[in-house]
């Protein structure tokens, strides 16, 4: 506080003398400088944080979207990690309509990527469409990892639903909801699908 007094009465006191013009340019280019700084400082920290990205669960279904009757089809259910987050795994919960899908009762027809190696909870009720499967890593999971693999097959024709709930855990113990979803299958009988429905779910 005291300098900055001394350097704004030393300032007003050159100014008589012919030096202040010079004075007063330093300090404005001071500040000019010091603005700069402070305004790449906070665009840097926006910027990582825009591009720092949360660990999220992502879907894919081979064979597309639209399945035949009695052909088995692989629900895969990934975990990507977000830059910096030390996370060690997860749960989901996948949900179906059983009347339409049928999920394996063979644990053994399930699986994931050999980092979840401390599973503590896999639970697969067919009869009511749920899987239920919450595991761990020994360190943090890094990149996109293979969470789970689901196979299923579609009983009867039709245009069903699947959706799915999430969280992720840290080194530390906690939890923290993640992403849900859902997202549209088709099944068919005989020779060819109908183009209406295989629409629908396009349009979804």
């Known amino acids: 506080?005291?300098?900055?007094r001394a350097k704004h009465e030393f300032v007003n006191a050159g100014a008589g003398e012919g030096k202040?013009?010079?004075?007063?340019?330093?300090?404005c280019r001071r500040r000019n400088v010091i603005a700069s700084v402070v305004f790449f400082a906070c665009l840097f920290v926006l910027c990582s944080g825009l591009s720092a990205k949360a660990a999220e669960f992502q879907v894919t279904?081979?064979?597309d979207s639209v399945f035949k009757v009695g052909k088995q089809?692989?629900?895969k259910i990934y975990l990507v990690t977000g830059k910096g987050e030390n996370v060690t795994g997860g749960?989901?919960?996948v949900s179906v309509d059983p009347s339409l899908i049928e999920?394996?009762?063979d644990r053994n027809s399930y699986a994931a990527d050999p980092v979840f190696s401390k599973v503590e909870r896999f639970k697969a009720d067919p009869e009511k469409g749920i899987i239920t499967f919450k595991a761990f890593s020994e360190t943090a999971v890094k990149g996109k990892k293979v969470f789970i693999k689901v196979p299923f097959k579609f009983l009867q024709p039709g245009t069903t639903y699947v959706s799915f709930t999430s969280n992720v855990v840290f080194e530390d113990g906690k939890q923290a909801p993640a992403n849900p979803?859902?997202?549209?299958l088709v099944g068919y009988d005989g020779d060819s699908f109908d183009p209406l429905l295989y629409a629908t779910v396009l349009g979804d």
């Open 73 to 75: 089809g692989t629900i």
């Open 1 to 4: 506080m005291i300098l900055m």
């Open 61 to 63: 279904v081979n064979g």
């Open 103 to 105: 999920l394996s009762a």
């Open 91 to 93: 749960q989901c919960t």
């Open 20 to 27: 202040g013009p010079y004075v007063r340019s330093l300090s």
């Open 181 to 184: 979803g859902y997202f549209r």
